[in-house]
């Protein structure tokens, strides 16, 4: 039995022959890409939503076309797809403009494609928080004098997000799996540095059950911090029973 466990705690060691320092450059990876995904989506998003209620049809109907597409379709396709579809658009630009090919780093490859998945959820769940503020409380923002700048930072902003933290979490949990999804781009991120640790040694369940342990830890910050960041969006309104 102490041997088995002592293999295993070699196998999982941070320090060569060990996988514990991949598995966790892995998981860094992970956050990072998510992090970066998350925040590109959150400013489509909310760009998408307020294009969305701006009133302008032709915009409208271009956002619906991106938020339906986008959540139709599969994220392993789409990030295929935009991948090799992106570099190779890009690189014929260039050969047009006379320039040499580029090629496109993982790490960016996998953030820009996340985020603008990312970008087509959040838009309806900006725009479901922002329909259900009071339309009084708009009207009195611009009874007031406030221009669109100041009356998003005033009014809109601290009145949607309580209604949009809920889904917003969910999104972040989303994002955190789905960036497992960019191994097929070939960055490598913890799925694929577990899959790479399993194949070498052949101890796949040591190393899926130690990457399922660091996803779950993930998930646990993750769930301290937005509670945190509700409570603090929420502090002065009272508490449902």
Known sequence: ????????????????????????????????????????????????????????????????????????????????????????????????????????NGFVAAVAVLGFVQGAYMTEVLRGAILAIPVGQIEAAKAFGMGPVLRFRRVLLPALLPNALPGLANLWMSVTKDSALVAVVGYQELALATRLAGA??????????ASALLYLAITLVSNVVFKLIEGRVRRGQPRLA
């Open 1 to 104: 039995m102490a041997t088995a466990q002592q293999g295993v705690l070699d196998l999982l060691s941070p320090y060569p022959p060990g996988w514990g320092g991949v598995l966790l450059a892995g998981a860094v990876s992970t956050v990072a890409i998510s992090a970066c995904a998350f925040a590109i989506g959150l400013l489509l998003g909310t760009g998408g939503a307020l294009g969305k209620l701006s009133g302008n049809r032709i915009l409208r109907l271009l956002l619906d076309l991106y938020t339906t597409l986008i959540r139709a379709v599969p994220e392993l396709i789409l990030i295929v797809g935009l991948y090799y579809a992106g570099t190779d658009g890009l690189n014929r630009l260039l050969a047009a403009l006379e320039l040499p090919p580029v090629n496109v």
């Open 200 to 209: 070498s040694t052949k101890h796949y369940f040591v190393f899926f059950l």
